[in-house]
């Protein structure tokens, strides 16, 4: 089967199927297009999945995030001490509340954010700490509930990982929030997910400020407590639900696609020295990833990573830098003051990382495509 040497490989692609599209239709059909019986439904069955006690529908990773950091007591004046290598979402959550992000650099290795480290950046401010499993690999969770403060987790890249002392990502009992965007490992076009232990007075006061801080009890328009617009649709939840039914299916080719990669990349790896993302069990064993994306680490001395990343679009491979430094935006250096030189191990990380294509249906002839072009542009 020959396909146009034309045909770009995109960097993501969700799966969606029929499932999605019946499930869509049955909600417009009922005429409940919110606040009906689909999100309890998502809500239960997401917190199985992961083993939590119970979980919060919300619009959005972001939202989430913002709404689990304000339920820890987060608040203007205090810390939060986080990864500066992330999305700038889980940094941006703890200024929404007035509350200053506090970064402090990661490990090489897992490339999430340092408990030493962390734990030198705590002071008598330090609301929270909010460690993001980056690129679905877990952060080392045992290490921060050590230390004894608030524990919000980003695990909006990490549907599917597991910790080395046993449970699911999501399933330890600190708030944790998984994203819905389109390219993470479960989708419903935008959304999110906290997923949290058996406290029902937490549950009851996310689930309360996502809905204008209206308690479950009161009338339209009587609102006890300052609250957001933050829900999740029943058209989204329906999607969930059937995305659920399929992440086995997603997770595992996911991990295939991943495979396909490291075997085609050991040669570059080995020869040009070009970075891989770690394997499980890098830090601890028993640590496995939740496959989100699949990025490399362009090795110095050769091209730049902006310069590969041109030469792969010029071969019709899409790719993106991923992830810049958040302190180094001009956002958190004008605000906060962060300059360069602060965390060298998230700079330099930082200013090689190229994110490839990758999703679950990928083809073994696009991952060729793309490791052919690589392999060609390294020399
Ligand atoms: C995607 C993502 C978010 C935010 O999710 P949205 O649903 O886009 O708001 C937060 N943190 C990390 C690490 C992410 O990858």
Same mark, same amino acid.
């Given at each position: 089967?020959?396909?146009?040497?034309?045909?770009?490989? !995109?960097?993501?692609q969700?799966?969606?199927?029929?499932?999605?599209?019946?499930?869509?239709?049955?909600?417009?059909?009922?005429?409940?297009?919110?606040?009906?019986?689909?999100?309890?439904?998502?809500?239960?069955?997401?917190a199985?999945?992961? #083993?939590?006690?119970?979980?919060? *529908?919300?619009?959005?990773?972001?939202?989430g995030?913002?709404?689990a950091?304000? *339920?820890?007591?987060?608040?203007?004046?205090?810390?939060?001490?986080?990864?500066?290598?992330?999305?700038?979402?889980?940094?941006?959550?703890? @200024?929404?509340?007035?509350?200053?992000?506090?970064?402090a650099?990661?490990?090489?290795?897992?490339?999430?954010?340092?408990?030493? @480290?962390?734990?030198?950046?705590?002071?008598?401010?330090t *609301?929270?700490?909010?460690?993001?499993?980056?690129?679905?690999?877990?952060?080392?969770?045992?290490?921060?509930?050590?230390? /004894?403060?608030?524990?919000?987790?980003?695990?909006?890249?990490?549907?599917?990982?597991?910790?080395?002392?046993? !449970?699911?990502?999501?399933?330890?009992?600190? !708030?944790?929030?998984?994203?819905?965007?389109?390219?993470? =490992?479960?989708?419903?076009?935008?959304?999110?997910?906290?997923?949290? #232990?058996?406290?029902?007075? %937490?549950?009851?006061?996310i $689930?309360?400020?996502?809905?204008q801080?209206?308690?479950?009890?009161? #009338?339209?328009?009587?609102? $006890?407590?300052?609250?957001?617009?933050?829900?999740?649709? $029943?058209i @989204?939840?329906?999607?969930?639900?059937?995305?659920?039914?399929?992440? $086995?299916?997603?997770?595992?080719? +996911?991990? &295939?696609?991943?495979?396909?990669? +490291?075997?085609?990349?050991?040669?570059?790896?080995?020869?040009?020295?070009l970075g891989? !993302?770690?394997?499980?069990?890098?830090?601890?064993? /028993?640590? =496995? +990833?939740?496959?989100?994306?699949?990025?490399?680490?362009?090795?110095?001395?050769?091209?730049?990573?902006?310069?590969?990343?041109?030469?792969?679009?010029?071969?019709?491979?899409?790719?993106?830098?991923?992830?810049?430094?958040?302190?180094?935006?001009?956002?958190?250096?004008?605000?906060?003051?962060?300059?360069?030189?602060q965390f060298?191990?998230?700079?330099?990380?930082?200013?090689?990382s190229?994110?490839?294509?990758?999703?679950?249906r990928? &083809?073994?002839? =696009?991952?060729?495509?793309?490791?052919?072009?690589?392999?060609?542009? %390294?020399?």
């Amino acid at each position: 089967m020959s396909r146009p040497p034309t045909e770009v490989v !995109p960097l993501a692609q969700p799966v969606i199927g029929e499932a999605e599209e019946q499930a869509v239709l049955e909600v417009l059909r009922s005429g409940q297009l919110s606040l009906g019986p689909r999100v309890p439904a998502f809500e239960e069955r997401f917190a199985a999945r992961v #083993g939590a006690a119970q979980a919060s *529908a919300v619009s959005s990773g972001t939202t989430g995030l913002h709404l689990a950091l304000r *339920a820890a007591g987060v608040g203007a004046g205090q810390e939060v001490v986080t990864s500066p290598f992330s999305f700038v979402a889980s940094a941006n959550v703890a @200024a929404y509340e007035g509350a200053r992000p506090v970064f402090a650099d990661i490990d090489p290795v897992t490339l999430n954010l340092d408990p030493q @480290a962390a734990a030198a950046a705590v002071t008598e401010r330090t *609301a929270a700490l909010l460690p993001v499993h980056i690129f679905g690999y877990p952060a080392d969770l045992p290490a921060f509930e050590a230390m /004894g403060l608030p524990v919000v987790e980003d695990a909006c890249e990490a549907l599917g990982a597991r910790h080395h002392d046993g !449970p699911a990502v999501g399933g330890r009992g600190n !708030p944790a929030v998984f994203g819905f965007y389109a390219n993470k =490992q479960l989708t419903t076009g935008e959304g999110g997910m906290i997923t949290m #232990g058996a406290d029902p007075a %937490l549950k009851a006061r996310i $689930d309360s400020e996502r809905n204008q801080g209206r308690a479950p009890d009161m #009338g339209w328009l009587d609102h $006890d407590r300052l609250g957001f617009n933050y829900r999740l649709s $029943d058209i @989204a939840c329906a999607i969930g639900l059937a995305q659920l039914d399929r992440l $086995d299916d997603m997770l595992a080719g +996911r991990a &295939r696609v991943a495979g396909w990669y +490291r075997e085609a990349l050991a040669g570059l790896e080995r020869e040009r020295g070009l970075g891989l !993302p770690c394997p499980d069990g890098a830090r601890h064993a /028993g640590e =496995q +990833r939740g496959w989100f994306v699949f990025v490399v680490q362009v090795p110095r001395g050769g091209p730049t990573r902006d310069e590969v990343m041109l030469a792969l679009r010029d071969r019709g491979v899409q790719s993106k830098p991923y992830l810049p430094a958040i302190h180094l935006m001009s956002f958190y250096r004008e605000t906060y003051g962060y300059r360069e030189g602060q965390f060298p191990v998230c700079e330099d990380v930082a200013a090689s990382s190229l994110a490839l294509p990758f999703f679950p249906r990928m &083809r073994a002839d =696009q991952v060729e495509r793309v490791t052919a072009a690589l392999a060609d542009v %390294l020399g």
